[in-house]
Structure formats: C-alpha cells, structure tokens
C-alpha cells in the first residue's frame, strides 16, 4: 500500500474546562486553555489516507479530490468557528485536539472508503509543539 498525505489548516477558539471543576482546578489542568473568555489556535491537519495505486492514474488518490472533501466535510465547520458551540461533531464532547482528531477521523470515514481506499491517520497540530495522531482505534 502507498499512503498519501494532504494538508489542511484552520483557525478556531475553543475552551477546555469542567463545569464541576473550580476556575483554580481548570487553570491547573487545562493552563491557558481554560481561560473564561476563550482563545485560538491556528491548527494544522494532515489527513493521510493509504490504498492501491490506481494503474489508469498512478495515484492512490486525486488529492485536489481528498482536498474538497476535507474542506467540505471538515475545515468548513471548524475554520473560524468556536469547537465548543459550532461544531456538530463535537456536542457534548470536551474540545481537545485528541476528540477533534476522532471527529475528524469519524466524519471523513466513510466517504474515504467509498473512493475504494482507507484513512490512515489524522495529525492535528494544535501548536508547534503539541501534536496528536489517531489511528482509528
Ligand atoms: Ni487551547
């Protein structure tokens, strides 16, 4: 199999915290991104998808073709927005990166497959120093 990477980048507030939890117990654990009146990150999504190549083409996949759907499944939803109110695939969940990465990964699923390949990771860098990679289990 040959694994094919596009990259996408977005821009959206979020704000990790518990309402159960104090401001003080939010700030020790989520730092600055529990601050009350939210902040952003300028992220950055690789979507790496892997299959067969196809013999009429060469390609594994059309990647001007992954890039729309990627921005019409995904970035259009998140650049922008606010993870925590505007994102539907991410009601009821906390707004880290890693449930980010699993949302991403679960709404492109399917629409990877039926182009007759496979998802292999989704990288979210939320910073230049933190990354998370999801390999679907
Ligand atoms: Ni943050």
Known sequence: MIYVTRRERFSAAHRLFRDDWTDEQNLEIFDK???????????????????????????????????????????????HRNLNI???????????????????????????NALGIYLHCIKIEETENNFVEYFGN
Request: proline share 4%; aromatic share 10%; glycine share 6%.
């Open 33 to 79: 991104c529990s601050y009350p009146n939210w902040h952003g990150h300028n992220y950055v999504l690789y979507v790496t998808v892997k299959g067969d190549l196809n013999p009429e083409t060469g390609f594994v996949v059309n990647i001007k073709r992954l890039s729309k759907i990627i921005k019409e499944k995904i970035t259009v939803k998140l650049d």
């Open 86 to 112: 505007d994102v539907d695939f991410l009601k009821g969940k906390m707004a880290s990166t890693e449930n980010l990465a699993i949302g991403i990964w679960d709404e492109l699923e399917p629409t990877i």
